[in-house]
């Protein structure tokens, strides 16, 4: 099967031409635009991620997404991820299994634990069962997607099911991945469920996941399932040339990362640890098209991956250039990665 390509997006709330922060509002009506951009540029996925912070505009991303289904036709939608942990499964299908309706088929599941842990308080999740609340809520997941309308289930962290039925019932069945940080522990516990591996690759080298390619796919077979995908996410922007997307994104970038940084003791972002990111062996897919192609290809060689997601909003970076950007990766990249990879 051919390479996909999607895109990512955490609702990162911008910044306009003369440099004011937009409302999450204005954010939000944003990125409906730039998803109908990369459905009319033939890309194949778009992701939403749910955040609980000032940083991001998103705390509810099927809303966002059910938006993005009325004014898209082909693009499959899904999230980036759903924080399962601190939602409740039922709710999570019932959202999913609507979004799938009036995108006619073309929701996809996407769940993790998430990178941050506001949410945990605010819908009253204690951390102490940061492992016991992801564990039993993927296992509820997974058994009403297997078995409505005949859903058992009993654990510690929610109330029982006995016999029941869950609404509304989908046409076909939803794809369903699980974003994975990079542990052996998550890898195993995917392929354990049977669903597709979403890598979260925000950090060094793409070459040193390999193991947890060949340690998801060979699970899987233990499991007793038939192979199952991989997807790679990792943040990239793209400029017509390389000093036009690194200084487009630079400045956003730094300035999130030392506002995270800041809650966790991180050193400030500097130019240095940015053009190392950006290199060979860095995570981030940022430059001219063909530096971002021939990265994605290389990552495409290394991983044998089914899709690559490219997490295109980078802090505050403007709406136009993410607009430009996602032109550039559709119109160009695309082409030249599958060119590069003799597709």
């Known amino acids: 099967m051919a390479l996909q390509f999607g895109l990512d997006t955490f609702g990162d709330v911008t910044r306009d031409k003369n440099g004011e922060m937009l409302s999450d509002a204005q954010t939000i009506r944003n990125i409906v635009e730039q998803a109908t951009l990369a459905d009319e540029l033939g890309i194949d996925f778009f992701g939403v991620g749910e955040h609980h912070r000032s940083e991001f505009a998103v705390s509810a991303p ?37 979004l ?38 993927l296992e509820l997941l997974t058994t009403i997607l297997n078995d409505n309308p005949n859903i058992s289930w009993s654990g510690r962290t929610r109330a029982p099911l006995d016999n029941v039925e869950v609404y509304p019932k989908t046409e076909s069945k939803m794809p369903v991945w699980v974003g994975v940080g990079g542990s052996p522990e998550s890898v195993v516990r995917t392929a354990r469920h049977g669903h597709g591996l979403a890598l979260a690759i925000i950090g060094g080298s793409a070459d040193r996941f390999r193991p947890f390619v060949d340690l998801f796919h060979k699970s899987v077979q233990t499991f007793g399932f038939s192979p199952q995908p991989v997807a790679v996410h990792s943040p990239g922007h793209i400029g017509e040339t390389d000093e036009q997307a690194w200084n487009e994104v630079y400045e956003g970038t730094k300035e999130l990362s030392d506002r995270i940084g800041a809650e966790r003791g991180w050193p400030p972002y500097s130019r240095a640890r940015f053009q190392q990111d950006v290199g060979p062996d860095g995570a ?60």
């Open 62 to 98: 099927e809303m966002v997404l059910a938006g993005i289904a009325t004014a898209t036709k082909n693009i499959q939608l899904g999230t980036a991820v759903n924080v399962l942990s601190s939602d409740d499964p039922v709710r999570v299908y019932e959202r999913f299994a609507t």
């Open 100 to 137: 799938d309706a009036l995108s006619n088929g073309r929701a996809e599941i996407v769940v993790g634990r998430g990178s941050f842990i506001e949410s945990f308080p605010l819908f009253g999740f204690s951390l102490n069962d940061y492992d016991a609340l992801f564990e039993e809520k």
């Open 284 to 343: 981030q897919y940022t430059g001219s098209v063909e530096r971002v192609a021939q990265k994605i290809a290389a990552t495409a060689r290394a991983l044998e991956m089914d899709r690559f997601d490219l997490k295109f909003a980078n802090g505050t970076t403007s709406h136009e250039s993410l607009m430009s950007s996602i032109q550039l990766y559709g119109t160009q990249v695309i082409p030249r990665v599958r060119e590069l990879l003799g597709e």
